[in-house]
């Protein structure tokens, strides 16, 4: 397997969660999306889409949207489990990952900022003010949808959940944002940090990471 990856991309970071997690070998391709080689021909024959993740398969099959590419995952390699079985706990987990796959990423990610720059004319500190903003509202809602409990999301193994909210805040530290409001959320982190797995997958340990 061949992950397209950024380093900074927080959809990226779930996926090299999930596939170290699982165990799953692969190679890493860097895709800088600052240098715009998302938006080279190359690339788009790779990904229509212009973004990261894709994971090729090598096979021929390519994937994208890393949401998708976790669902295959959890599917193609059950083990460890991503989601729990239960039909409940199962949509609770989704949702909560959700708030941060289709809530804050959206209007959070470098194509936004660039808009906002581009036609806005948006400063350094109106395009903080934005990213700010949005994640402070996703993670209110977010924080109020976990449980009371000790270490991961849901459950004693980090899931889908933990993942997708692990590398929000990595952009939310990058941002500045005050996650003392958010004590269940900053305890998920901590908690999925403390997994080597996790760990390694962080923007920071990845080959195209950038001094900042």
Partial sequence: MKLYSYWRSTTTYRVRAALNLKGVAYDMEPVDLTAGVQRSGDYRAVNPAQGVPALDLGDGVILTQSMAILDYLEVRYPEPALLPQDPLMRAKVQAAAHVVALDIHPVNNLRVIGQLKSRFEADTDQVQDWMQYWMNEGFTALEALLPNRDGFAFDDT??????CIT???YNARRWGVDLTQFPKIARIEMACLAVPAIADAHPDQ??????H
């Fill in 158 to 163: 980090p899931g889908l959940a933990d993942l």
């Fill in 206 to 211: 990845q080959p195209d990471a950038k001094v």
């Fill in 167 to 169: 590398s929000q805040v």
